[in-house]
């Protein structure tokens, strides 16, 4: 049963809100509290204005028309502050939202197996969490600031403009629903690229990312215009769909400036001779025109909303999928109600079991592994060899909890890792990883990553026992020169011992070098071996190679063969015993023990 992770619910915005919006809940009450004055302020505004028309402007009373346009400023000053405000407010809530799902994305992210990084895949994971965000942050951004503005603005709106005039009623009744027909059609066009978008914008982050890191694999290969190629097919695709919504967009507001402005010249070809024949006065007519505009622009405000809303809710399914993905193993929960003791706290020194493990990737045929036995005593030093392929890796990922075994179990001092809490496992295995990854910072910063306290002398030992010190020493800042950003400042072995020194200063009760010596020089090889041997002490490790030298003397030598253990004991036992052994010995050896 190797697919373990649970996919989300359909797409959809509510479910991933609820109760994220809770903590914003007494700062979104004093925002709406702001937008209801704003809009009743600028429900006010043009009512003023009428009257100054009507009763300051028709009639020559200037002592009125500098009281009311008092009155205007004081309405139109405490009308701005509010909407200032609540556009601040609306914005500090959707950015701390927005903050919110970044954490709980990179946290759900963080307990990922490599099962579940392969699913999603670092470039979409990467969109997830931050392109996706964002369009959430946009959408609530806009719905916070119409939420009251919009609905008082338009209903009442339309009770400001029947009080002005009843007649001219009739041009809202054409326009409102000439507007939401029009702006309907568009946002309907516009649900199919919003969909698209994110899926384009993943696809350009992929091919970007597999070129940057690719690099001098495309030089080498002179693939340049290939790749380019490949990036343009991706980079047109995406602005094909980015130029759709663009379009629809644009329509979106020119069939909302079209609808409005003949509305207006309505508005003023029926009231214009009416007023000419004194049926209505100057300032309702503009008050009106005030309030078409008023109205037509809530009506815009809410349509946008269903503009932002299809990008937004795709978006939100996307998101919704990463944070439901129960990760298939490290993120697990133990299998017992109390996580088991750390080995490391009151165990003896770590001692490593795989008992029948088999295992799986994914939708593979046939299992990698087949029930494979193998146990690793402190103190000793247990290797595996075994041909390309032959499942090397994936045993060290089972033992590291980066996998878990379909069948059988992965034990250390009898415990199961399963049960073991994240950290102790972490405590308990020290792993130097096939391809070394260094972090950005400096090389001590990188060394005390597995214990953030260690000393500079802890430092020194490990860099010396990795055959380390005399690079660093050379370096112009020591152990505090920085180094880029996965290690590409460091040649290939440099990198490589310095991954081995940084599991040396996290002092583990388990250490395990998958194919960690293969960047070295035979007689770099040898020292680190040996100087690990002078102080390793107790630890138990488990040693992965290709190269028969690195584990000739190794206690207990496992050879793999397509998954299954051929054969087990010593060197001398294992060229006498097994067969694949031999051949190994045969083709790497001879020509090594002969120099
Ligand atoms: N993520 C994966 N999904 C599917 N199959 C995989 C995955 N990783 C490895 N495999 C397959 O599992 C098998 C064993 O791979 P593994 O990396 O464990 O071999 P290995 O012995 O470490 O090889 P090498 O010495 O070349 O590193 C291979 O056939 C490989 O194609």
């Not at 991933?16 to 919006?21: A, D, I």
């Not at 293969?518 to 007689?523: E, F, G, I, M, Y």
């Amino acid at each position: 049963m190797p697919n373990r992770s649970r996919t989300a619910s359909p797409p959809t915005l509510v479910p991933l809100l609820r109760g994220r919006l809770r903590p914003y809940a007494p700062q979104i009450a004093l925002l709406l509290a702001l937008q209801l004055v704003q809009a009743l302020g600028m429900l006010l505004l043009p009512a003023l204005n009428a009257d100054i028309v009507d009763h300051g402007v028709v009639r020559g009373d200037t002592g009125y028309i500098l009281r009311q346009g008092g009155l205007m400023l004081a309405a139109t000053l405490v009308q701005a502050t509010a909407a200032a405000a609540a556009v601040y407010l609306g914005a500090k809530t959707s950015m701390g939202l927005g903050r919110d799902l970044r954490s709980a994305l990179f946290g759900r992210v963080q307990g990922f197996s490599a099962e579940e990084f392969g699913r999603f895949g670092a470039p979409s994971l990467i969109t997830r969490t931050t392109n996706d965000v964002q369009q959430i942050q946009m959408l609530i951004f806009v719905l916070l600031t119409l939420l009251v503005t919009a609905p008082l603005m338009g209903f009442g709106g339309i009770a400001m403009a029947l009080r002005q005039d009843t007649a001219l009623t009739g041009v809202l009744v054409v326009a409102i629903p000439v507007l939401v027909a029009a702006v309907s059609l568009v946002i309907a066009a516009m649900t199919g690229p919003s969909q698209l978008m994110q899926g384009r914008i993943d696809e350009v982050n992929r091919v970007l990312r597999e070129q940057i890191t690719g690099i001098r694999v495309i030089r080498a290969f002179v693939r340049e215009r290939g790749e380019h190629e490949r990036f343009g097919a991706a980079n047109t695709a995406l602005t094909g769909v980015a130029q759709r919504l663009g379009r629809l967009q644009a329509y979106f507001g020119a069939s909302a400036i079209t609808v409005s402005s003949l509305a207006s010249v309505a508005v003023v070809a029926l009231g214009g001779p009416r007023i000419v024949d004194d049926d209505m006065q100057a300032g309702a007519l503009i008050a009106f025109l005030n309030y078409l505009a008023q109205i037509l622009i809530a009506v815009m405000m809410a349509m946008s909303v269903f503009v932002l809303a299809p990008r937004a809710r795709v978006a939100a399914g996307r998101i919704k999928e990463v944070l439901d993905t129960e990760p298939a193993t490290i993120g697990a929960a133990p299998r017992d109600a109390a996580p088991a003791p750390s080995p490391q706290a009151d165990g003896p020194p770590g001692r490593l079991d795989l008992s029948g493990v088999v295992f799986s990737y994914p939708g593979a045929e046939h299992p990698v592994l087949h029930g494979v036995d193998l146990s690793v005593r402190p103190g000793e030093t247990t290797a595996v060899i075994g041909s390309t392929g032959a499942g090397k890796t994936t045993l060290v990922k089972l033992v590291a909890r980066l996998l878990t075994p379909d069948e059988g179990s992965v034990r250390i001092d009898g415990t199961d890792v399963r049960d073991l809490d994240r950290g102790a496992l972490a405590r308990t295995i020290g792993l130097v990883p096939q391809r070394a990854h260094l972090f950005s910072g400096t090389i001590a910063s990188n060394l005390r990553y597995g214990d953030p306290d260690a000393d500079t002398g802890r430092l020194w030992q490990a860099l010396e026992i990795a055959q380390a010190a005399d690079f660093v020493r050379g370096l112009p800042d020591g152990p505090d020169s920085v180094i880029g950003q996965g290690g590409t400042t460091v040649s290939g072995g440099q990198r490589q011992r310095l991954a081995i020194a940084r599991a040396l200063v996290a002092r583990p009760r388990i250490y395990v070098f998958d194919d960690a010596f293969s960047a070295l020089d035979t007689a770099t090889d040898a020292a680190v071996r040996s100087a690990l041997d002078e102080h390793l002490g107790d630890a138990a490790r488990l040693v992965v190679a290709q190269r028969v030298s690195t584990i000739r003397s190794a206690d207990r030598i496992v050879v793999l063969d397509a998954g299954r253990v051929e054969a087990v004991g010593t060197h001398d036992e294992l060229v006498a015993a097994s067969a694949t052994y031999a051949e190994i010995v045969d083709s790497q050896l001879v020509p090594e023990e002969a120099s």
